[in-house]
Antibody, heavy 122, light 107 residues
């Protein structure tokens, strides 16, 4: 069965960086784009970008350009999202989610990680 | 970016009620509209793809309709598990965007 398991909660100071991992199992990791989202407390869902695990190509939302880096390690079927220069308004739950279509991009999401709470506080 | 607007923002209903949630896009998105359910503290779960296609395993009491700019999600007979927040999301163009959510609460 498809599973996406994310790393644990993080507490960071303003200006620091955080790196969240998303380990995939139960399917061909390189065959499906991986997307990242975040959800601030009590707020809706915000798309941050995607990575093609096969090629390493990425596309980031304009809002996060210059601060976000998405990478992957094919040897351990894991995707990563690193956000730098953290601010208090980056406090949120961060999710990874798989695109629905193999070898393509449909921007529809069928499997999600459990979420990782990142708290930014001095 | 395409703006997605849901209404209402919240509603109170009883088990067995029929409810409808509306989602409007700021421009035509054809049928590239998806619905997700999110329970507190959990990840979203997809219910419907392409405006009206039920995801495998989702109960048939959920249905979706619409095209262009106006869409609806209907739950024909609310069950206790259905009290949650529902989001619409457009997949017509990048960036994918979500509505602000509709919270369904127990009356």
């Amino acid at each position: 069965q498809v599973q996406l398991v994310q790393s644990g909660a993080e507490v960071k100071k303003p200006g620091a960086s955080v790196k969240v991992s998303c380990k995939a199992s139960g399917y061909t990791f390189t065959g499906f784009y991986m997307h990242w989202f975040r959800q601030a407390p009590g707020q809706g869902l915000e798309w941050m970008g995607w990575i093609n695990p096969n090629s390493g190509d990425t596309d980031y939302a304009q809002k996060f350009q210059g601060r976000v880096t998405m990478t992957r390690d094919m040897s351990i079927n894991t995707a990563y999202m690193e956000l730098s220069r953290l601010r208090s308004d980056d406090t949120a739950v961060y999710f990874c989610a798989r695109d629905v279509i193999q070898w393509g991009l449909r921007r529809e999401f069928d499997y999600w990680g459990q979420g990782t709470l990142v708290t930014v506080s001095s | 970016d395409i703006q997605m607007t849901q209404s209402p923002s919240s509603l109170s209903a009883s088990v067995g009620d029929r409810i409808t949630i509306t989602c409007r896009a700021s421009q035509s998105i054809r049928s590239y509209l998806n619905w997700y359910q999110q329970r507190p503290g959990k990840a979203p779960k997809v219910l419907i793809f392409a405006a009206s296609s039920l995801q495998s395993g989702v109960p048939s009491r959920f249905s979706g309709s619409g095209s262009g700019t106006d869409f609806t999600l209907t739950i024909s007979s609310l069950q206790p598990d259905d009290f949650a927040t529902y989001y619409c999301q457009q997949s017509y163009t990048s960036p994918p965007t979500f509505g602000q959510g509709t919270t369904v609460e127990i009356k």
